[in-house]
């Protein structure tokens, strides 16, 4: 098992619609996260940025657009782009250079301006890049991929439309008291069934939104937590950042088709989704049975549902029930996204997968006011990039 | 009215539908894989330098059409007209889409649906064929891409 790793501070800029340059979300972020963790910018030693594509060539460089706006101070700096987990890829560039010796504390960056509507790809006439091909060949968005997963989901296991709103629902009740989420209202069943269907079976409001926002965290190594007084700092245990396996047979976004299994054993192989979770518990050491709360990537109502089986908190086929026994409201047995999730937030790509892990921050620490869950130890966060890129995370205090 | 020219939307992943030579019978359409000459894996759209079964190294790969005809793995439909670059009907259709599995390739493949069917009619499991159908269409000529319909519908 590799050491351990503090997060010292968490912070982020309120997600929304602001149409404001995305590096302004990112400095606001960073500096909260400094102030959180009481260190100064000279003393960074390491500046890791998770890039957006959305914001032009400083988006593509962000770890150097971000040092330049908190001042050129000569650190380390990483860009990384994985789609969704970019945030996580840029929490283990850190992570890595951090157990290597490399350095004692670095911050993490991320953030996004999004444009109203649905994801479109990068423009253009590019008829060799497969995610600009889905729209134009298929008309196929980003809820289409989500549609299938969920009438697939009421296929197998019986799931319902009332099942999903019921998500929706806890998911708005999570976040009505979260400062950072965009949307902080509740919402009643009829009023998400009542909503206008856009990819059949998903309806408008059980579809996350695209949002602008930013998050940041302040990681250090444990000596470097410890000079600093912080005896017993939240931790990062593991960073699973794992592709899928061949034959990965469950079609992904972008994809126009999965892989083919005539040459290799598909019984028996762990999904993609599954497979995430699992490559961080064995990093860290422990199981699904250990998690105390979970911040999981909702881009639908049903996909939270997946999300629970791949995560291991209960088997395939049970997440309907989980969730009708209110295991994952806040107050039950393993509260899922208390912070209101996507759901909340709206997405605001390279700053998701770290505000998930400022979340977990801020329950394991006892201050996520409003929102607490009590006695939370351990979390896990899980998500999943465009093309294979795998993202999970464990912090345990 | 001129006759519009048939234009594939994407070159070289599916064949028009080819009248027959010698008087039989029209040959379908169909969508145009690769297959690995050393380990028989599939892959559409084609791979041509590399093979996904990472137990395989191999560079060669033989162009062939898919099975023509499969089962619908899940459905969903486009309510709201998708940003550019698709080109939308005028006024926009909602337009339903599906993932098939084609059993002998044992892969999944999505496409939209022929327009007039729409989520109400469709079911995992059904089959359906693939057809080659209007996308959209300029002054001169009609882009066509690959759909699936439900088989005797």
């Given at each position: 098992m590799p050491e351990k790793i503090a997060v010292l501070g968490a912070g982020m800029h309120p997600w929304g619609k602001?149409?404001?340059?995305?590096v302004e979300y990112g400095l606001a972020a960073a500096r909260d996260a400094m102030a959180d963790a009481g260190v100064e910018w000279s003393e960074i030693q390491m500046v890791s940025g998770a890039d957006?594509?959305?914001?032009?060539y400083p988006g593509f460089v962000s770890g150097a657009t971000f040092a330049q706006a908190l001042g050129w101070s000569g650190a380390r700096v990483s860009s990384v782009y994985a789609a969704c987990a970019a945030g996580a890829t840029a929490i283990n560039a850190a992570r890595a250079q951090i157990l290597a010796g490399l350095c004692d504390v670095a911050l993490v960056v991320g953030a996004d301006t999004t444009p109203k509507g649905f994801f479109a790809p990068?423009?253009?006439?590019?008829?060799?890049d497969p995610d600009w091909l889905r729209f134009h060949l298929?008309?196929?968005?980003?809820p289409t991929y989500f549609a299938l997963y969920a009438r697939r989901r009421m296929e197998l296991y019986g799931a319902t439309e009332a099942d999903f709103a019921a998500v929706k629902v806890k998911n708005s009740r999570h976040g009505l008291?979260?400062?950072?989420?965009r949307y902080r209202k509740e919402v009643t069943a009829d009023e998400v069934l009542a909503s206008p269907m856009v990819a059949d079976p998903l309806r408008l409001l059980e579809i996350c939104a695209t949002s602008d926002g930013g998050a940041a965290l302040v990681l250090s190594s444990m000596e470097f937590a410890r000079a600093r007084g912080v005896t017993s700092p939240v931790t990062i245990d593991a960073v699973s950042t794992v592709t899928p396996r061949f034959p990965n047979t469950v079609i992904e976004m972008p994809n126009f088709s999965t892989d083919s299994g005539v040459s290799a054993a598909v019984v028996g192989l762990p999904s993609f989704r599954d497979s995430i979770a699992t490559a961080a518990y064995e990093e860290a050491g422990i199981?699904?049975?250990?998690?105390?709360v979970a911040e999981v990537y909702d881009l639908s109502a049903a996909l939270e549902l997946d999300w629970y089986e791949n995560i291991g908190l209960?088997?395939?086929?049970e997440a309907e029930k989980l969730l009708r026994d209110g295991?994952?409201?806040?107050?039950?047995r393993v509260p899922v996204?208390?912070?209101?999730?996507l759901s909340c937030f709206g997405e605001a790509i390279p700053a998701q997968a770290i505000a998930q892990v400022c979340e977990l921050t801020w329950q394991l620490r006892g201050q996520?006011?409003?929102r607490q869950v009590d006695g939370a130890t351990v979390g896990v966060t899980v998500n999943q990039g465009l093309f294979g890129h795998g993202s999970s995370v464990i912090v345990s205090k | 009215m001129a006759t519009k020219t048939t234009v594939p939307?994407?070159?070289?992943w599916f064949n028009l539908a080819t009248p027959s030579t010698d008087g039989g019978q029209e040959q379908p359409p169909a969508l145009l894989g690769s297959r690995c000459t050393t380990c028989g894996t599939f892959a559409f759209p084609k791979e041509?330098?590399?093979?996904?079964?990472?137990e395989c190294d191999s560079t060669a790969f033989d162009e062939v059409p898919l099975s023509r005809r499969g089962t619908i793995w899940s459905y969903t439909d486009a309510r709201y007209q998708p940003p550019p670059p698709y080109v939308p009907a005028d006024p926009y259709e909602p337009f339903a889409i599906v993932a098939v599995e084609l059993a002998d390739e044992k892969m999944v493949v999505m496409g939209q649906v022929v327009a007039g069917v729409d989520v109400a009619d469709l079911r995992i499991g059904m089959d359906v064929e693939l057809v080659v159908d209007t996308l959209y269409e300029d002054d001169e000529n009609e882009y066509v891409v690959w759909k699936w319909a439900p088989v005797n519908a």
């Open positions: 602001w149409g404001r340059n995305f957006t594509i959305r914001n032009g990068v423009g253009g006439d590019r008829k060799d298929m008309g196929a968005t980003n008291n979260n400062p950072y989420a199981g699904p049975e250990d998690v105390s209960c088997k395939e086929g295991d994952t409201t806040i107050g039950g996204n208390p912070s209101g999730g996520a006011d409003g | 939307a994407v070159e070289g041509t330098f590399f093979c996904r079964n990472p």
